[in-house]
């Protein structure tokens, strides 16, 4: 069973950028896909970014599309999600999560969650 753990949230101004990380230990073959997902205070966790190990294709959110990119380093079994020019609504705790569902969107399509890290994007 992949373990997924993510780190690099903190405390930013709007317009700043950051760059969040996640190790995917133990995966294997079958888990193609590692998505970004975020809840805010309040509201439903919600899709952010996907990217497949082999191939390295990607999808995002319209919320984020052009600001948000998702990126994987194989050899590290690394995830990351550099987000630039962050505004207030940006503001949640950003979950890393992998799924065996090669065009998984879906919170459902993803097995293995990490335990979140805050992002907070002050105005």
């Known amino acids: 069973q992949v373990q997924v753990v993510e780190s690099g949230g903190g405390l930013v101004q709007a317009g700043d950028s950051l760059r969040l990380s996640c190790v995917a230990s133990?995966?294997?073959?079958?888990?193609?896909?590692m998505g970004w997902f975020r809840q805010a205070p309040g509201k439903e966790r919600e899709f952010v970014a996907r990217?497949?190990?082999?191939?390295?294709?990607?999808y995002y959110a319209d919320s984020v599309k052009g600001r948000f990119t998702i990126s994987r380093d194989n050899a590290l079994n690394m995830i990351y999600l550099q987000m630039n020019n962050l505004k207030p609504e940006d503001t949640a705790v950003y979950y890393c999560?992998?799924?065996?569902?090669?065009?998984?969107?879906?919170?459902?399509?993803?097995?293995?969650w990490g335990r979140g890290t805050q992002v907070t994007v002050s105005s």
């Open positions: 133990g995966r294997t073959f079958n888990d193609r896909v």
């Open positions: 990217i497949n190990w082999i191939g390295g294709s990607t």
């Open positions: 999560a992998a799924s065996r569902t090669v065009l998984a969107s879906r919170e459902s399509d993803f097995t293995a």
